[in-house]
Each structure stands twice: as structure tokens, then as C-alpha cells.
T-cell receptor, first 115, second 109 residues
Framework: DAGITQSPRYKITETGRQVTLMCHQT?????MFWYRQDLGHGLRLIYY???????DKGEVPDGYVVSRSKTENFPLTLESATRSQTSVYFC??????????????FGPGTRLLVL | KQEVTQIPAALSVPEGENLVLNCSFT??????LQWFRQDPGKGLTSLLL?????REQTSGRLNASLDKSSGRSTLYIAASQPGDSATYLC????????FGAGTTVTVRA
């Protein structure tokens, strides 16, 4: 199916462990984004990428690492997970909708619990 | 830094009533503004996108207005239905998307 997939959909880990969240798109959209969603904060941008091998920090990048060796994949790594990183993580791309307007498409999210 | 605020945080209305959701932003230098819908435990679905040069955008029962100079957008949902119950998010695009915290809408049958 076309679109954005995220894996895993649910993850429980412990403080200090490394965790990688995967994001895959079946289009060839240039831009990809990682957001986290927390109660009271809405969605906040963690990192984004304008193309393969080009990444940049968003609003809340500390504790996260990204890479983008291929256009279709944009993994997000928590190098040493902390309880404050318990959140729902969304991956998104920017592409053209049917009416020709640029819009963002979101994946289904990954629910991460850090114990 | 762009700040996006949505008021009210929650709204409960009887079926058939019109809904008015507000979004305000601090920096008017934007490319566009987008309204999303999020159902519990789900991702975001784009509802309407208004370019910075536009004043409003309509899709079915939904109408969104944009007043860039005052930093405001309003989403109107006509004749609400229980299926409209969801959280509605406003996002401002000034090269990157900045989101409001959302308005959670409950439409009572």
C-alpha cells in the first residue's frame, strides 16, 4: 500500500536502552519529519530532512539521532532512552495533494513507553 | 519562534449545532496554514490547507478562514454530527509546521 508506515507501532523499553523507530514512505517525497506528541504540548518537531543525507534539528532534538541514507527511510534513534521520552512519535512527509497543493502526510504513529 | 494557540481546548455541542474553532499564531510570515483532524489513537488527517494569499478555503461542511495580518484562523463546521467528534489541530507552515495543542470536540447525539 502506498503511504507512510511506522514500526513498531508500540514499544516498551527501559531507561538507558537504545531504541530505533522506523519510518518508511512509498512515495519519493523529498521532505520527511519526526514529531512527538504529548498532552498539553501538541506536536513538536524533533528532526526533519530535506533529502537523503540532509537532516536538520527541529524544536526538541536533544536525545535523538536521525539518519537518511535512502529517500524512502528516515529512522529516529533514542540513544539512551529517558522517561521524558515517553510519547507518541509521528513521522510525516510533504507532498502534493490531488488539488496540487502541498500538504503533510502523517504515519499512524509509534507509542513509546520508557520505564 | 512561532507560537500557535487554539481556543477552546475542548468543546461539547449537541448534534446539528455549528462548530467554531479558533487558532492564533504569533508570526504572520507564513506560507500556509493547515487544519488537521486526529481521532483517538490515530494519526493526523489533513482537512483544509489555506495558502497565505488566500482568505478562506471550503470543503463540504468545513470552511476555514485566514487573517494573516491579525494572526488568526477559524475553522467552521456546519451542522455538526457525532462523527465529527475528534481533536482538531491547527498547524502554521513557516517552512516548518508549528502545531497548536488542539481542540477536542464532542458532538452529542
Amino acid at each position: 500500500d502506498a503511504g507512510i508506515t511506522q514500526s513498531p507501532r508500540y514499544k516498551i523499553t527501559e531507561t538507558g536502552r537504545q531504541v530505533t523507530l522506523m519510518c518508511h514512505q512509498t512515495w519519493s517525497h523529498s521532505y520527511m519529519f519526526w514529531y512527538r506528541q504529548d498532552l498539553g504540548h501538541g506536536l513538536r518537531l524533533i528532526y526533519y530532512s530535506a533529502a537523503a543525507d540532509i537532516t536538520d534539528k527541529g524544536e526538541v532534538p536533544d536525545g535523538y539521532v536521525v539518519s537518511r541514507s535512502k529517500t524512502e527511510n528516515f529512522p529516529l534513534t533514542l540513544e539512551s532512552a529517558t522517561r521524558s521520552q515517553t510519547s507518541v512519535y509521528f513521522c510525516a512527509t510533504t507532498g502534493l495533494a490531488g488539488d496540487g497543493r502541498e500538504t503533510q502526510y502523517f504515519g499512524p504513529g509509534t507509542r513509546l513507553l520508557v520505564l | 519562534k512561532q507560537e500557535v494557540t487554539q481556543i477552546p481546548a475542548a468543546l461539547s455541542v449537541p448534534e446539528g449545532e455549528n462548530l467554531v474553532l479558533n487558532c492564533s499564531f504569533t508570526d504572520s510570515a507564513i506560507y500556509n496554514l493547515q487544519w488537521f483532524r486526529q481521532d483517538p489513537g490515530k494519526g493526523l488527517t489533513s482537512l483544509l490547507l489555506i495558502q497565505s494569499s488566500q482568505r478562506e478555503q471550503t470543503s463540504g461542511r468545513l470552511n476555514a478562514s485566514l487573517d494573516k495580518s491579525s494572526g488568526r484562523s477559524t475553522l467552521y463546521i456546519a451542522a455538526s454530527q457525532p462523527g465529527d467528534s475528534a481533536t482538531y489541530l491547527c498547524a502554521v507552515n513557516d517552512y516548518k509546521l508549528s502545531f497548536g495543542a488542539g481542540t477536542t470536540v464532542t458532538v452529542r447525539a
